[in-house]
């Protein structure tokens, strides 16, 4: 499996930005799909995922950026889509895609050892 992320780039604060994630070497629908983000000396921290569930999709957001960010996911292209508007400098970090091929409960979603692949870092910076 790969992951190819694009989208990062320089923004002002209040601005947007979509970050795309192409995956490669999936030959399931039902795998988990998340974001990731990790600012200069700070620990990596969840952002946003999206998981199969009763025959739809479920997403899920870290409390910080509910209301201004959204992850999408294009079945057919196996890429997952995170639309971030109302930028803030807060919001400046490296963001990472990953993807779990295995079922993801709840309680673990934000929980980085449940994605066993991971895409390159796209970096978004918001100034202020």
């Known amino acids: 499996v790969q992951l190819q992320a694009s989208g990062g780039g320089l923004v002002q604060a209040g601005g947007s930005l979509r970050l795309s994630c192409a995956a490669s070497?999936?030959?399931?629908?039902?795998?988990?799909m998340g974001w990731f983000r990790q600012a200069p000396g700070k620990e990596r921290e969840f952002v946003a995922a999206c998981r199969y569930w009763s025959g739809g999709y479920m997403t899920h957001y870290t409390d910080s950026v509910k209301g201004r960010f959204a992850i999408s996911r294009d079945i057919a292209r196996n890429t997952v889509y995170l639309q971030m508007n109302s930028l803030k400098p807060g919001d400046t970090a490296s963001y990472y895609c990953a993807v779990s091929p295995g079922t993801v409960i709840a309680g673990l979603i934000r929980e980085s050892s449940q994605y066993n692949y991971w895409g390159q870092g796209t970096l978004v910076t918001v100034s202020s």
């Open positions: 070497g999936l030959t399931s629908s039902t795998y988990v």
